[in-house]
């Protein structure tokens, strides 16, 4: 069972990297869906190990906090408006925790094998970045926010490459052969490359803040790893760091940037707030505060923002379309999603769960059996205070990919050691407790098979035979209910295009649109 849940692992982070669709109609959802699917399949194996394996597991304050915020999530998608979309954001949240206990559980002796996995899906995602600023194009790239590769956004790639940044340098400096460190090496520099080329604020934020809050905490620890090659190895990725990034800097690239210094405006409105996109994310994160003062024990549903949000944005909020919906279906920060979807409560449950993390990393190092083990508890740190920043400016926790790449390094370090409060369970509760996840992981595989059914169906399909048998795969799609209906109505066979409109103002009631095609259909 160890081996099979690190086998799901290892596949799952860096399959969760490479694929997606080419249908371009669905310009998000052909990254994220197939992305979910390869997270919920793992957390579907690592449940059934866990249901089988259950007598050896521990329980400890983290794992009470993080099963808190499932538990709340789950009575917040009880009484969300569209329980679809409220199923598909709490089969990611689910899905984490349970490749976090499955990681957690085998740490000890699997750990450097899922950071290895971890580390290498870090390289490629930088890898499909580059490939795409210096001119490969393929249709399983998207034209919208370059260079981003296999995750259609840049923002999306640079926030894997922060997150996976300090899981990538401990697999350099404790290699255990000199063509893994040299290895190591170069993926550090093609990341730089990536994260210096994706222009994000909020990753360059993340990794500038990984980089001061580690720096005590690794000089603190030298003496345990101070006799050994660890400290050249440092010193050989800082060098390689230094190098990647300039060489993006100086290499010539495909990328139309409108600035005459893109970079250098990107650097120096990293913390404005009072102009362009950091004006734009403050007025939003107002309105979604207004929305989470409205529902504030169980928000408006796991998923459901931009069902709601557009009752409480004013006219002209830039985050809004001509249509009067959401341009994305999130908002711009994990945090304030979390509020705004699920409360407040759950909301400080994770962030808890994630400081207790941080401090016991940075706590008893000589209880731990090797260097490597040391220096991995400020992987640990260093993950965290990456995330939390990522979250505080974008979306990472809510979406498959980074979402499964942060719970599998969390998971890896910090099983290497419990708290000391950590309590056996009794096998009956935990196996209640495993059943009801291997369940709701079974549940989410299913829905994101039939998600992408359905965009099979649309982008193979006939004109209108694909989006109707689109509409069968996935009924809770809000976007292929109202192009069906749409597609009837126009043919004046409002008898059929009425029940598709009716259904599309059921997923999202408050959009104009739907309840305008459902009106000219009565």
């Given at each position: 069972?160890?081996?099979?849940?690190?086998?799901?692992?290892?596949?799952a982070v860096i399959a969760a990297v490479v694929i997606a669709l080419p249908y371009k109609l669905f310009e998000l959802d052909r990254y994220f869906v197939p992305k979910e699917l390869v997270l919920n399949a793992a957390a579907l194996i690592v449940a059934?190990?866990?249901?089988?394996?259950?007598?050896?597991?521990?329980?400890?304050?983290?794992?009470?906090?993080?099963?808190?915020?499932?538990?709340?999530?789950?009575?917040?998608?009880?009484?969300?408006?569209?329980h679809?979309?409220?199923?598909r954001s709490l089969a990611i949240s689910i899905s984490g925790a349970v490749v976090f206990w499955g990681a957690r559980s085998i740490a000890p002796i699997s750990y450097r094998s899922i950071l290895a996995a971890c580390a290498t899906a870090t390289v490629c995602t930088a890898a499909f970045c580059l490939a795409q600023a210096y001119g490969l194009d393929t249709e399983y790239f998207s034209a919208n926010r370059v260079p981003g590769g296999t995750f259609g956004n840049r923002n999306f790639v640079a926030h894997i490459a922060a997150i996976g940044l300090p899981t990538l340098a401990w697999c350099t400096v404790t290699a255990r052969k000199q063509v893994g460190?040299?290895?190591?090496?170069?993926?550090?520099?093609?990341?730089?490359?990536?994260?210096?080329?994706?222009?994000?604020?909020?990753?360059?934020?993340?990794v500038a803040a990984s980089a001061a809050v580690l720096l005590i905490p690794?000089?603190?620890?030298?003496?345990?790893?101070?006799?050994?090659?660890?400290?050249?190895r440092f010193a050989r990725l800082l060098l390689?760091?230094?190098?990647?990034?300039?060489?993006?800097?100086?290499?010539p690239n495909s990328l139309n940037w409108n600035s005459e210094s893109p970079y250098l405006d990107s650097a120096r409105g990293m913390i404005d707030y009072k102009k362009g996109s950091g004006r734009g994310r403050v007025a939003q994160y107002k309105n979604s505060l207004r929305m989470a003062a409205s529902n504030p024990v169980f928000g408006v549903g796991p998923g459901n923002w931009p069902v709601e949000y557009v009752r409480y944005a004013p006219a002209g909020d830039p985050s809004l379309t001509d249509e009067k919906m959401t341009a994305n279906p999130w908002p711009s920060s994990d945090w304030v999603a979390f509020v705004s979807e699920r409360g407040l409560i759950p909301t400080i449950a994770l962030l808890s769960a994630f400081v207790m993390l941080f401090f016991s990393s940075l706590r008893r190092w000589s209880e731990l059996e090797s260097p490597d083990a040391v220096l991995a508890q400020c992987v640990l740190a260093g993950t965290i205070v990456a995330t939390i920043v990522v979250s505080a400016f974008d979306v990472v926790l809510i979406l498959g990919a980074p979402?499964?790449?942060?719970?599998?390094?969390?998971?890896?370090?910090?099983?290497?050691?419990?708290?000391?409060?950590?309590?056996?369970?009794?096998?009956?509760?935990?196996g209640f407790a495993a059943g009801a996840l291997l369940v709701a992981s079974?549940?989410?595989?299913?829905?994101?098979?039939?998600?992408?059914?359905?965009?099979?169906?649309?982008?193979?399909?006939?004109?209108?035979?694909?989006?109707?048998?689109?509409?069968?795969?996935?009924?809770?799609s809000y976007r292929i209910n109202y192009r069906v209906a749409e597609l009837y109505s126009r043919r004046g066979r409002c008898s059929i295009a009425r029940g598709y409109a009716k259904q599309a103002v059921s997923l999202f009631p408050n959009s104009p649109q739907a309840k305008r095609m459902a009106r000219n259909c009565d």
């Amino acid at each position: 069972m160890d081996r099979t849940i690190r086998f799901a692992i290892q596949i799952a982070v860096i399959a969760a990297v490479v694929i997606a669709l080419p249908y371009k109609l669905f310009e998000l959802d052909r990254y994220f869906v197939p992305k979910e699917l390869v997270l919920n399949a793992a957390a579907l194996i690592v449940a059934t190990a866990l249901v089988v394996k259950r007598r050896s597991l521990q329980f400890d304050l983290v794992d009470g906090l993080i099963a808190l915020f499932l538990l709340w999530s789950v009575a917040s998608a009880i009484f969300a408006s569209n329980h679809w979309l409220a199923q598909r954001s709490l089969a990611i949240s689910i899905s984490g925790a349970v490749v976090f206990w499955g990681a957690r559980s085998i740490a000890p002796i699997s750990y450097r094998s899922i950071l290895a996995a971890c580390a290498t899906a870090t390289v490629c995602t930088a890898a499909f970045c580059l490939a795409q600023a210096y001119g490969l194009d393929t249709e399983y790239f998207s034209a919208n926010r370059v260079p981003g590769g296999t995750f259609g956004n840049r923002n999306f790639v640079a926030h894997i490459a922060a997150i996976g940044l300090p899981t990538l340098a401990w697999c350099t400096v404790t290699a255990r052969k000199q063509v893994g460190a040299l290895l190591g090496s170069l993926g550090t520099a093609l990341i730089a490359g990536a994260l210096v080329l994706s222009r994000s604020r909020g990753a360059w934020l993340a990794v500038a803040a990984s980089a001061a809050v580690l720096l005590i905490p690794l000089i603190a620890s030298r003496r345990y790893w101070g006799g050994s090659h660890i400290g050249g190895r440092f010193a050989r990725l800082l060098l390689a760091t230094a190098i990647g990034g300039m060489i993006a800097l100086a290499l010539p690239n495909s990328l139309n940037w409108n600035s005459e210094s893109p970079y250098l405006d990107s650097a120096r409105g990293m913390i404005d707030y009072k102009k362009g996109s950091g004006r734009g994310r403050v007025a939003q994160y107002k309105n979604s505060l207004r929305m989470a003062a409205s529902n504030p024990v169980f928000g408006v549903g796991p998923g459901n923002w931009p069902v709601e949000y557009v009752r409480y944005a004013p006219a002209g909020d830039p985050s809004l379309t001509d249509e009067k919906m959401t341009a994305n279906p999130w908002p711009s920060s994990d945090w304030v999603a979390f509020v705004s979807e699920r409360g407040l409560i759950p909301t400080i449950a994770l962030l808890s769960a994630f400081v207790m993390l941080f401090f016991s990393s940075l706590r008893r190092w000589s209880e731990l059996e090797s260097p490597d083990a040391v220096l991995a508890q400020c992987v640990l740190a260093g993950t965290i205070v990456a995330t939390i920043v990522v979250s505080a400016f974008d979306v990472v926790l809510i979406l498959g990919a980074p979402s499964l790449l942060v719970w599998s390094i969390l998971g890896a370090t910090s099983g290497l050691r419990r708290g000391a409060k950590a309590v056996e369970v009794s096998s009956r509760t935990l196996g209640f407790a495993a059943g009801a996840l291997l369940v709701a992981s079974l549940i989410a595989v299913v829905r994101s098979a039939t998600q992408m059914m359905a965009m099979t169906s649309v982008g193979r399909g006939g004109y209108t035979a694909g989006w109707v048998e689109g509409a069968m795969w996935d009924p809770g799609s809000y976007r292929i209910n109202y192009r069906v209906a749409e597609l009837y109505s126009r043919r004046g066979r409002c008898s059929i295009a009425r029940g598709y409109a009716k259904q599309a103002v059921s997923l999202f009631p408050n959009s104009p649109q739907a309840k305008r095609m459902a009106r000219n259909c009565d």
